[in-house]
């Protein structure tokens, strides 16, 4: 076939396969070790989220994606409860490098904000670092709003912790 073009398949879908859970865990890790230089403080508290997801979550109110591209997982998000009435956390959004550039990321942020609304949140919060970038755009583009940051030492490095927050009754968060 000349310059035939291959068309990739990208669907996002429920994590309830087997296996998912471990890939969010194994891929984090992996990840963040090779793009940052993270050390397994990080894998660490991805797999007490998982597991905390895993052992208790209420499927009406807590949920996790995965992003598939060609069959194969590509990225990830979950959407938990917190500690508040009417607030969720958006935890662990993760696209590998090879599916990036196709949307997956503001695809698995969008599929968590539509269920955090169906499930009556009024706001969501997320935590991550500055070094973040292209998920803070993502961030910015649904309305979250930076609310603190500061410096930290985590995962073996200086790293600026951040916290983010959207008003899902604001109109910026309708995007």
């Known amino acids: 076939m000349p310059n035939a073009t291959h068309q990739r ?5 429920r994590a309830d396969r087997p296996g998912d859970l471990g ?3 194994m891929a984090h890790g992996e990840l963040y070790d090779r793009q940052f230089g993270w050390n397994t403080e990080f894998e660490a508290l991805v797999a007490k ?13 807590e949920a996790a994606w995965i ?5 194969e997982r590509a990225g990830c998000v979950f ?10 956390k958006l935890r662990v959004l993760l696209v590998t490098p090879a599916a990036r550039g196709l949307g997956l990321g503001t695809r698995l942020v969008e599929e968590s904000l539509a269920f955090a609304r ?8 997320l935590w991550t670092t500055d070094n973040l970038a292209s998920a803070r755009r993502i961030y910015e583009h649904f309305g979250f709003l930076l609310t ?7 995962f073996g490095h200086d ?6 927050t959207l008003d899902l009754h604001d109109g910026l968060a309708e995007a």
Not at 9 to 13: F, S, Y
Not at 67 to 71: F, I, K, L
Not at 148 to 154: A, F, N, V, Y
Request: negative net charge.
């Open 148 to 154: 603190d940051e500061e410096p930290q030492h985590s």
């Open 23 to 25: 890939w969010v865990v």
């Open 159 to 164: 790293l600026v912790s951040q916290n983010w």
């Open 49 to 61: 989220i998982v597991a905390e997801y895993a052992a208790r979550h209420s499927p009406a109110t």
């Open 67 to 71: 992003a598939e591209v060609d069959g």
């Open 79 to 88: 959407l938990v409860a917190d500690d508040r009435p009417g607030v969720a």
């Open 118 to 125: 169906e499930a009556g949140y009024r706001r969501v919060t």
């Open 9 to 13: 398949q990208a669907v996002i879908r």
